[in-house]
């Protein structure tokens, strides 16, 4: 098995290595809204953000879904500290991988959520 489909221990993640990132997962990982907008929050995050540091209108099970889309498409990691699951982007296997993506993607959402008066 690869790492993107096993896990350590209950409490370890899977996530996939650098080179098992693929662009239609980071890309299908990205088009969501609520997806984007965790991103978007932890792109200008000074360190890793808990779960429930994040207020999406949406249940906790589709909130889960979310992290776990973006986790196993490469976007976050994920890692447990103590109770809380504390989430970071992988914005340097993004950046080596596509170069210039991450930020273009931000930078639109960005200027999208600006012309439409949303944060």
Known sequence: MTSATSATSPRALAHPERDEIRLEGVLHALSD????????ELATASDELSCSSFDLPVTKSTTTHHFRVLR??????????????MNGLRRDD??????????????AASREAGRLGTH
């Not at 196993?72 to 809380?84: C, D, F, L, M, S």
């Open 33 to 40: 809204p609520m997806r984007l907008r965790v991103v978007r």
């Open 72 to 85: 196993e498409n490469g976007v976050i990691r994920q890692v447990y500290r103590g109770t809380a699951k």
């Open 94 to 107: 993004l950046d080596t991988l596509f170069p210039g993506l991450l930020d273009s993607v931000l930078a």
